[in-house]
């Protein structure tokens, strides 16, 4: 079974600039999550979808990020314009239902300078 | 207050010991408890996950859950220098939009 893809793995960019990231969940995987893990931290919960609506975002700083999840299965991440406390990797999971486990795909390292 | 809690670290151990990892977390209605494990510059890989109170073994691996003191654990036995990760403690609150709360992970390094 293929595991959570991500691209690109690798992203750096000035700040003011704009970025996209991208998900492709495991199959069949309803929920889909979008965190972001500063260094040192714990993942930070961004956005939750349950197939292609919105569970929560109450945790996205919806000036500048925003997220879509088009016909339930792939999703894409952007940001516009970045800031420098961006600099994080945004890792993408997805999980069966909402109670489920979660599976991580190898996530996207940002850096913004 | 953060919903989850863990010991930064570094906890070290002798390889063969006992390692044991603790978590607590805010939310009485957290109703799901996971632990993750996460090389560094990898992403976390789920090892276990508990829902009742009392221990739950998977191989080396053991978990502990009091949700009277809200309080979940994690036992390594016969901890091997691969073991050496950040562990990643989560709560699930089934009421909160089935929100996902991580703690910022304890270090372990698991000395040969």
């Known amino acids: 079974e293929a595991g959570v893809a991500q691209s690109p793995r690798y992203k750096i960019i000035e700040k003011r600039q704009s970025v996209a990231f991208w998900c492709n969940p495991i199959s069949g995987h309803a929920t889909l999550y979008w965190y972001q893990q500063i260094l040192g931290q714990g993942p930070k919960l961004l956005i939750q979808?349950?197939?292609?609506?919105?569970?929560?975002d109450s945790q996205l700083p919806k000036d500048r990020f925003s997220a879509e999840r088009l016909k339930g299965v792939d999703s894409t991440l952007k940001i516009q314009p970045a800031k420098l406390e961006d600099s994080a990797v945004y890792l993408c999971a997805s999980s069966l239902g909402m109670k489920g486990e979660q599976f991580f795909g190898p996530g996207t390292r940002l850096t913004v300078l | 207050q953060k919903e989850v809690e863990q010991n930064s670290g570094p906890l070290s151990v002798p390889e063969g010991a006992i390692a044991s990892l603790n978590c607590t977390y805010s939310d009485r209605g957290s109703q799901s408890f996971f632990w993750y494990r996460q090389y560094s510059g990898k992403s976390p890989e789920l090892i276990m996950f508990i829902y009742s109170n009392g221990d739950k073994e998977d191989g080396r691996f053991t978990a502990q859950l009091n949700k009277a003191s809200q309080y979940v654990s994690l036992l390594i036995r016969d901890s091997q220098p691969s073991d050496s990760a950040t562990y990643l403690c989560?709560?699930?609150?089934?009421?909160?939009?089935?929100?996902?709360?991580f703690g910022s992970g304890t270090k372990l390094n698991v000395k040969p």
């Open positions: 979808f349950q197939n292609n609506g919105v569970v929560d």
């Open positions: 989560a709560v699930n609150i089934l009421y909160n939009f089935n929100k996902f709360y």
